[in-house]
């Protein structure tokens, strides 16, 4: 956890500072935060590269930058049926680097794609000429996890 004032600035979102930065690197850890956020009645804003940082919540609710790129695991490749399962936090340039070993070809092509996490494509619908194609990142990808906390 960043509480330090000068190394939260770096983290800031639309301009606006966090209270929290908190970096996760498992699902569990995220399901924490979001379930302790809902609590709480604090804003998170999800944070991989920073490419395109921006915040889908009310003006000025930037409570906590949850940053996954430390989940930049991959989690199941059948290659046989041409499906991977990765973690958000996974760069797109990564997983391309991966898929060319064995003559595959990720369809997403945004402007800084290869910098880019997968969890930021997928959230922005980020897409580039190869949409014409192949379509964009919510034909091209699934998303397998959410959360949504519950009251108690």
Known sequence: MIDEATRLAAEAVDGVVPRWSIRASAVEQVAAVV???SEEGLAVVPRGSGKRARSRTSAGARDIVLDVRSMDRIVEDNPDDLTVSVEA?????GLASRLAARRQLLAIDPPGVGF??????V???ASGPLRARYGTCGICCSVSASFRPTAS
């Open 116 to 121: 880019r996490t997968l969890g930021g494509l």
């Open 123 to 125: 959230a922005t619908a």
């Open 89 to 93: 936090g996974l760069t797109a340039g």
């Open 35 to 37: 379930a302790l956020a």
